[in-house]
């Protein structure tokens, strides 16, 4: 913010410098909400330089507001608790202006006057004031910084004063910006169209006044005079109506036509009571009377129709150019498109009495759409940015961006976040389950290839003890021996306790009743392994006789 010193609101300096500046009294004008000034007269104002003429009724309005500012200040201090100063502030750039008629030595908080009328005193009271001095106290916070504006209504007295708080809204900031960039290429693009009153038409020479005299024949008469005058004027009326001057033409014609329809037939009856015959003098004003009237009806027509085509070349100008820009817009997007922008240009045309307000209106309307077409393109932008953070690699996570893009940023990233978290668990769950399932197929292998190598360690097992036993009853029995100890083919280690042969000792038969002893068991394995008894009890001990007995009955 600058502050502009020495700055004398209504001074000729402060004239010049609001000529070269946005300023925040024409804000509410370049969206149309201007109460006293349309956008198509301030760009004309800031094409052109021209402004219009303050009124001596309009200098005495100001003049009571200026006294009733000065009167309700200390009003407006009690209020705020500080004390406020008028100044002159701009932006950085040196782009918007603000004329403020109190700000606080912090510059934290303004105050806005205005005169006080019952209308504008009730919106007060109700905390309802209209865009017109939202916008400008908008402008007012933006440039001097200020965080609200104490909104006052007075004529100076405190029974004549209502007053409300008019709070920062950055959203409505962002609003105001786009709305000046958009002026500034309208304006840019300008060419004043000179229509600001209605055109009165040309003046019509009148005809000579038409006179009948009638003594049983023409006593005289200058119809033919009349008759020529007529016909030339019928015949130079414009039937190219393009710009308002011609229409004013043209319903004035239809207008002049119509009263010499009506005096012809004036005439023509003062006549019939002079006379009942006269044929030519009767065709002639008749045949008059018809050309006048037959033009009257093709021009009024003509004019009715002309205002139509007109209007619809102005709306359908105006929807064209939108859908243009809506087009170009969405090039950037593709295939992403931008909703929600629309334009009612018939409501903007209704009820427009000269084509300078109509095409005024119609622009109003078309800039509103440029704005919300501006805020859109912006939010689709950070939208579309705020999807692809993620990641190329994510995009597929979006088929439905077109859905996406309007929601709310904030709501938005929560949906961008959650789908992409839910895809790295879904991903991670997939990975988990397949490093489970390997691992559950590792396990299964070795356990199935640790039962076949047991499988086949107890079949080798097995076929060595057949093949021994198969081995010893082919072999004849030793003859009874005397307990002899025979010393290992092997030095035996130290400590260990040699190896003691007893006579063999003959099993009973299978078939034979009776169980050998556990003695005869120990002894008849020791002798058929050459080990001694103790290695044969350690055998038996480690037996798993109920596999054995599994086995055993397997092969049976």
Not at 7 to 16: F, K, L, N, R, T
Not at 20 to 45: N, P, V
Not at 535 to 552: D, F, H, P, Y
């Amino acid at each position: 913010m600058n502050i502009i010193n020495d700055m004398v609101q209504g001074s000729d300096a402060w004239i010049e410098l609001r000529a070269k500046r946005h300023t925040a009294s024409e804000a509410a004008a370049i969206f149309g909400d201007h109460k006293y000034m349309s956008r198509e007269e301030l760009l004309k104002q800031k094409t052109t330089g021209s402004t219009k003429e303050i009124s001596s009724a309009q200098q005495v309005i100001f003049d009571r507001g200026h006294a009733a500012e000065a009167a309700a200040r200390p009003i407006a201090e009690r209020i705020i608790g500080e004390e406020l100063f008028p100044c002159t502030v701009e932006d950085d750039e040196g782009r918007l202006l603000a004329s403020m008629d109190g700000l606080t030595m912090l510059g934290d908080v303004g105050w806005e006057c205005k005169l006080f009328n019952k209308s504008l005193a009730e919106r007060v009271g109700n905390d309802d004031l209209e865009e017109h001095y939202k916008w400008q106290m908008d402008q007012q916070m933006l440039v001097s910084g200020a965080d609200r504006i104490l909104f006052m209504c007075t004529d100076g007295t405190e029974e004549n004063t209502v007053w409300c708080w008019y709070e920062r809204d950055e959203s409505r900031f962002s609003k105001l910006v786009a709305g000046w960039d958009q002026f500034d290429i309208d304006l840019a693009n300008y060419t004043p169209i000179v229509e600001d009153q209605k055109p009165e038409a040309d003046p019509i020479e009148a005809f000579p006044a038409l006179s009948v005299s009638l003594v049983g024949e023409v006593k005289s008469t200058n119809l033919p005079v009349f008759k020529s005058k007529a016909i030339a004027y019928i015949e130079s009326i414009s039937t190219d109506l393009q710009t308002d001057e011609d229409f004013a033409n043209a319903e004035a014609a239809v207008k002049f036509c119509d009263n010499a329809e009506k005096e012809i037939e004036v005439v023509k009856s003062q006549a019939l009571s002079q006379t009942s015959t006269i044929d030519e003098l009767f065709r002639t004003m008749d045949q008059i009377k018809e050309s006048l009237r037959q033009k009257r009806l093709t021009l009024n027509k003509l004019v009715k129709e002309r205002k139509e085509s007109l209007k619809a070349e102005i709306i359908t100008e105006a929807r064209q150019t939108l859908i243009g820009e809506i087009a170009k817009a969405n090039e950037e997007f593709s295939p992403v498109v931008i909703n929600g922008v629309t334009a009612d240009f018939p409501a903007a045309a209704k009820n427009k009495r000269t084509f300078s307000s109509l095409r005024s209106s119609v622009n109003d309307e078309l800039t509103r759409a440029r704005l919300k077409l501006s805020e859109r393109r912006d939010h689709v932008r950070s939208s579309i940015s705020i999807i692809g953070g993620v990641g190329k690699e994510y995009s597929f996570l979006f088929s439905d961006i077109q859905q996406l893009v309007d929601k709310e940023h904030d709501h938005l990233q929560l949906i961008v976040n959650q789908r992409v978290e839910e895809h790295k668990a879904e991903q991670q769950r997939k990975i988990d389950e397949e490093a489970e399932r390997k691992a559950q197929e590792i396990a299964r292998k070795e356990r199935e290839d640790r039962e076949r190598q047991e499988r086949e360690a107890q079949a080798k097992a097995d076929k060595e003890a057949q093949d021994e036993r198969e081995m010893a009853d082919s072999k004849p029995a030793p003859a009874q021996q005397e307990n002899v100890v025979s010393m290992p083919s092997k030095p035996a280690e130290e400590g260990a306790a040699p190896v003691v042969t007893k006579p063999h000792v003959k099993l009973q038969s299978a078939g034979g009743t009776s169980r050998p002893s556990d003695d005869d068991i120990i002894e008849a394995l020791a002798n058929h392994y050459k080990v001694n008894e103790f290695k044969v009890i350690g055998w038996l001990q480690g037996m798993n006789l109920e596999a054995a007995g599994r086995r055993i009955a397997q092969n049976a």
